[in-house]
């Protein structure tokens, strides 16, 4: 599991997380939500190693994360950025090659990138240089490229974390739908999956459990019933908000206009 405790980020004298503590368990979803500027990404970036704590401690398992090595880091955890950039024309199955450890074989290594590439909705552009594809065929090509860095080092190092910063923001509701399966079913085989959602009714439809934040801080943390509550939503978010359970279970979040001022 990773742990993170009173984990402190500044932008020169602007502190943006203040005093944050997170689980990210094997075998779950867990989804940071809240209103933008709330911290969400950076608490993501100081998660992985890319963004330095002015305070507090991250662990993976009984590892501090400021003692993994690059290499170490990469054999543990898979991130998506929100906005992954490419300057080299490579094609989509050299983008998911990429990521793949050496020590992959190579027979396996062209299974997997077939695999991902296919799980994905890709393999009619496999060959297609990522920059000519659509931004939200763009973004799933990156999307197959953790995937496969995730599965890979499963298979040599054993489970680790998929992290994913905004993955539905540029798709649409039917690849929006296939991504977050694809987390939910990385979490099933045994992944640790945190990702950061501004859609509601994804995270309640998907996630084990909710992160929600405001202002650097936690505002509630539990299972998706615990946090997505009309008064608490509506507080975090500043407006109104309303929760509806459905007959088939999931709940229906969406903005109470009835209330609205």
Known sequence: MITGRNIQVSFGKKPVLRGVDVDVPFGQVLALCGPNGAGKSTLLSALVGDL????????????????????????????????PSLSAAFTVSEVVRLSIPIEL???????????????????EFAHTPVPNLSGGQRHR????????????NRSLFGPGYLFLDEPTASLDILHQIAVMKTAKAMAKQGAGVLVVLHDLNLAAAFADAICLMRDGQVAK?????EVFRASVLSDVYATPIAVEKMSNGPLLIHPDYQNVA
């Open 52 to 83: 330095p704590n002015s305070d507090g401690t991250v662990t993976y398992g009984s590892r501090n994360l400021a003692d993994l090595s690059a290499t170490e880091l990469s054999r543990r955890r898979a991130v998506l950025e929100q906005t």
């Open 105 to 123: 074989p190579p027979s396996d290594t062209d299974r997997l990138i077939a695999s991902v590439i296919l799980q994905l909705g890709l393999t």
């Open 221 to 225: 943390a539990g299972t998706v019933g």
């Open 141 to 152: 090509a990156h999307l197959a490229r953790v995937l496969a860095q995730l599965k890979a």
